[in-house]
């Protein structure tokens, strides 16, 4: 995979922010819900903008979406709205500052129906491709076929977030073997 992020992560500088993302976050699996929709946020403001973009924002969009915490997302008024879209720390697109206060409000129905977004995620797994993108373009807002794809292989549920020549391919492997090997 001549242009795969761990191709593009590896020369970088260990404080680089896609190297960084690459080795300690990119394709691990996530057992925490607000992580988990936190991960979903980023993916889907990340939309028609750099990754780089967004990693270099992180700390700003947990502020922003009181630490990625469900129900307080879900809570969120009208005032939420427009401070939302008023943090110049954040991408202000009002689609997506929707599609994050829904996509809560789901989560929180998935949890009451399985106990977590988590359980939800395992009991569907294994997908294909195809069939996750249908399943969340019917459950969440703004989950193309891209965010979609980068969400799940970057919380571990769908392989090829790393080249198999890359170390951090085989570390993942060890802490999550039943979702990585393709």
Not at 38 to 46: A, V, Y
Not at 76 to 84: G, P
């Amino acid at each position: 995979m001549e242009n795969s992020y761990c191709n593009l992560c590896k020369d970088k500088d260990s404080n680089n922010v896609h190297k960084v993302y690459h080795d300690t976050q990119y394709g691990y699996p996530i057992h925490d819900d607000n992580e988990l929709f936190g991960r979903l946020i980023l993916e889907i403001n990340q939309a028609g903008l750099s990754w780089e973009t967004i990693l270099n924002k992180q700390e700003n969009f947990i502020k922003a979406y009181s630490q990625f915490d469900i129900k307080k997302v879900a809570a969120y008024t009208e005032v939420d709205r427009e401070r939302l879209l008023s943090d110049a720390g954040i991408i202000r697109n009002k689609l997506k500052v929707n599609a994050a206060i829904h996509n809560a409000n789901m989560i929180i129905e998935l949890q009451k129906e399985h106990g977590s977004f988590q359980n939800w995620l395992d009991k569907t797994h294994p997908l294909t491709k195809d069939e996750w993108v249908k399943l969340f373009k019917k459950t969440f807002k703004f989950t193309g076929g891209e965010i979609t794809n980068e969400f799940l292989m970057s919380s571990g549920y769908l392989p090829g977030a790393h080249s198999e020549d890359c170390p951090i391919h085989h570390k993942i492997i060890k802490f999550n073997p039943k979702f990585l090997q393709p």
